[in-house]
């Protein structure tokens, strides 16, 4: 039954990605499935935006950087719903790092899995409500259904 | 997140009678079920501009066009749904641009679903426009759903296993 199977989640750290992960949470609690947190990242090479202002010069390695933040943004997640009384999935949440494009991490992460979750726009887009790249990216090509889930526009 | 005069949460469907809407109207109905939540299915049809088409084919009263196309949507989600009984699903028709008329259904939503690709009321239509142009404008959380692969083997999409037909 595909309720065993996974509901993926990308997360890179933008309003969009955490009200992304307040679904996803929300949605495995519902189905009683497991989450698994994707974030992608790139060599240190390829970084043309801010995403490297807190780290060092030459990170040794970037991956761990940027999985360590997608776990604290868990964290910071899973306490808000919590807070809440916002329902949470039973089984623990598995946070991934894998080297690569966004919407390629992305989709193939969710293969065979029942849902991936994607936040509006990811980090670097402050304004408007276009759709990112990453997104239109994933509802492109990935094979199960992918839910695109727009900043939370109240609460924090 | 959804308030409005009937309490439940609702998930609002685009259906046309293509593979892809009908995929996406049995993820709506699964999602409802999950929230305790009812289900809206649109069916949208634009009137094409007077300009654009042969006068004398066109449809004289457009509440008969809407009427008609409820009518049939509802005859397909009702058969598409014999075994959804314990989720209540609602068919309209809507008038105008399948994109606005989902995103206004959608405005005090918990999910909006659609298919991935499409075919207009009255006309193929180069879809993933309706998909796209709800993903850009809706306020809410959007699903796109594609149908499962042929075979019909897999599990892609969770309601497929309650598809009666």
């Known amino acids: ?156 | 997140m959804s308030e409005g005069t009937d309490p439940r949460p609702l998930v609002v469907v685009g259906v046309d009678g293509s593979r892809d809407a009908d995929a996406a109207l049995h993820h709506a109905v699964a999602e409802a079920r999950r929230r305790h939540g009812r289900v809206l299915a649109v069916a949208a049809c634009d009137v094409p501009p007077w300009s654009a088409v042969d006068v004398e084919s066109l449809p004289t009263d457009p509440e008969a066009v809407r009427h008609g196309a409820e009518v049939r949507a509802r005859r397909h989600v009702e058969e598409l749904l014999a075994t959804a009984g314990d989720v209540p699903v609602t068919v309209v028709g809507r008038l105008g641009r399948p994109t606005r008329v989902l995103v206004d259904e959608a405005r005090d939503a918990a999910l909006l679903v659609v298919g991935h690709r499409g075919r207009g009321a009255f006309r193929s239509a180069a879809l993933g426009s309706v998909g796209l142009g709800c993903l850009l404008h809706a306020r809410c959380p959007v699903t796109v759903v594609r149908p499962p692969a042929r075979a019909d083997a897999g599990g892609t999409t969770p309601a497929r296993a309650e598809v009666a037909r």
């Open chain 1, 1 to 156: 039954m595909s309720d065993a199977s996974a509901v993926v989640v990308g997360l890179d750290g933008s309003d969009g990605a955490r009200a992304a992960l307040h679904h996803a949470l929300g949605e495995a609690a519902r189905r009683r499935a497991g989450v698994r947190a994707v974030v992608s990242y790139l060599p240190t090479d390829y970084w043309t935006d801010l995403l490297s202002a807190d780290l060092p010069r030459r990170a040794p390695d970037a991956g761990a950087g940027a999985t360590a933040r997608a776990r604290a943004v868990v964290a910071e997640v899973v306490a808000e719903r919590g807070a809440a009384g916002e329902p949470l999935p039973e089984r623990p949440i598995e946070v991934l790092g894998v080297a690569g494009p966004p919407a390629d991490v992305l989709v193939d992460a969710a293969e065979g899995e029942a849902l991936l979750v994607v936040g509006h726009r990811g980090r670097g887009a402050r304004h408007g409500r276009l759709t990112g790249p990453v997104a239109i990216g994933c509802v492109l090509r990935a094979r199960c259904p992918v839910t695109v889930v727009p900043a939370r526009t109240s609460s924090p």
